[in-house]
């Protein structure tokens, strides 16, 4: 009776929350196998923390974008509101228990998002002196970065991006000056012609 009773005062916010009580529901369960009224309200329970589970694996999805997790949130709010019917009574409120999983996996984006950024800032420290090679793959990993970037952290990597085409358009320029010193002064004076119809 006490550990039944203990269910209720539970909470669940993470997914080792719920496995843990779903653990114990099972164990519950199963020990009332003779207590048909009690096995009704397991029953229940478990039925609802397998939904749960459910609901946090979708939400934990990293290639979601943050308006994507709210509008996704928002949906399993409302399908939630047709899977638990009125007349059930569980220990965890459908709509309190997705804004805590909500708040949990914010926290585990967030995180994730600084360790991207701050992997990405130590290596953009040496930009300046960057060879072209090195500066094309930063460049390619910046502007493919993870769906779960902070607003913040997406601001970072534009002034990050701009700083690398800066660099390559650098190394651009010195790579044709250097084209250029080789030719032949006739080619020079082609080339110069060439250019100043570019401009034109």
């Known amino acids: 009776v006490q550990r039944a009773s203990a269910i209720w005062d539970t909470n669940i916010q993470t997914e080792i929350d719920i496995e843990k009580v779903l653990d114990e529901v099972e164990s519950l369960f199963s020990a009332c196998e003779n207590l048909p009224s009690d096995q009704e309200d397991f029953q229940l329970m478990r039925k609802a923390l397998r939904q749960y589970k459910k609901c946090f694996n979708q939400l934990s999805d990293d290639n979601l974008t943050w308006p994507n997790l709210d509008k996704l949130a928002d949906k399993i709010k409302k399908e939630n509101q047709t899977f638990f019917e009125d007349d059930e009574e ?64 997406k601001n970072q990597v534009k002034i990050i991006s701009q700083k690398i085409t800066a660099r390559l358009e650098e190394l651009t320029l010195e790579w044709l000056v250097e084209k250029f010193i080789e030719l032949p002064s006739s080619s020079k004076k082609e080339f110069l012609r060439m250019a100043q119809q570019l401009i034109a």
């Open 90 to 153: 569980i220990p965890w409120d459908p709509d309190e228990t997705i804004d805590a999983f909500i708040d949990e996996i914010s926290k585990q984006r967030e995180e994730k998002s600084l360790a991207w950024i701050n992997t990405i800032e130590n290596e953009a420290e040496d930009i300046t002196s960057m060879p072209a090679a090195e500066a094309n793959r930063l460049l390619a990993r910046v502007n493919s970065h993870p769906s779960l970037l902070t607003p913040t952290h």
